[in-house]
């Protein structure tokens, strides 16, 4: 069952991403922006035992000369080793996604595994066009919005990504 996240999960978060990169570096940056009030969209994958996966979507501005597109950061997204290669990351991805374009956000940036994260729409080439601290094939987005990203603009993230 894929369910928005609450308090009494956070521990449980935690455990997950610890268990699944090899630092605590995406479990704090999940602490950060909660702490910050910028997780957005916060989700896990509950088999009910508890959260089993999870993924949060932060608050994203693309500034154009125009105006200032209303978007989303999606990271970090993880699984419990035991629980991965069975769809629930895609799970995830699908269900934050659609929740995102439910709030009539623009697009959706990833960076992120240049063969996984495509399956779900985002392409780097989607990304090209955006003046961001990152570039390059792991670089990747989505349009929510038809046409949201042709004319580009500069990416903000959260203050709790530190770029």
């Known amino acids: 069952m894929i369910r928005d996240a609450s308090p009494a999960d956070y521990a449980a978060i935690r455990a997950v991403l610890t268990a699944a990169f090899p630092t605590p570096a995406e479990a704090d940056l999940v602490e950060r922006l909660r702490a910050e009030g910028d997780a957005r969209v916060e989700l896990v994958a509950d088999e009910g035992e508890g959260p089993i996966g999870c993924i949060l979507y932060s608050p994203l501005r693309i500034e154009r000369a125009d105006r200032v597109l209303d978007c989303a950061a999606l990271a970090p997204l993880a699984v419990s080793p035991a629980f991965q290669n069975k769809g629930l990351g895609g799970r995830l991805i699908e269900a934050g996604n659609e929740r995102c374009r439910a709030l009539g956000l623009c697009a959706i940036v990833v960076l992120g595994h240049p063969v996984y994260y495509p399956r779900f729409g985002f392409s780097p080439e989607a990304a090209e066009s955006l003046d961001a601290p990152f570039s390059g094939r792991s670089f990747m987005a ?15 993230y959260a203050r709790a990504f530190g770029v």
């Open 142 to 156: 989505l349009a929510l919005e038809p046409g949201a990203l042709t004319a580009g603009g500069k990416v903000h």
